[in-house]
């Protein structure tokens, strides 16, 4: 049974007050969706790499 979250409840409030709830809403879509888990994996690592990148040219 998939449990969904709805604007008045106790849990959608207290991600909003963390500010995790758009953290929340990634890792459920990415659950479905390959693409999209696809693209975030490739994301970080292009990050990961550019600031390899910059940190080995600054020492």
């Known amino acids: ?17 963390t500010g995790m709830l758009t953290n929340y809403a990634l890792l459920q879509s990415m659950r479905e969706s390959k693409t999209l888990t ?3 994996f490739i994301g970080l690592t292009a990050m990961g790499g ?3 990148l910059l940190s ?3 020492g």
């Open 1 to 17: 049974m998939k449990k969904e979250l709805k604007d008045g409840d106790l849990a959608v409030t207290g991600l909003m007050l």
């Open 38 to 40: 696809a693209m975030v």
């Open 50 to 52: 550019f600031f390899w």
């Open 56 to 58: 080995s040219l600054a």
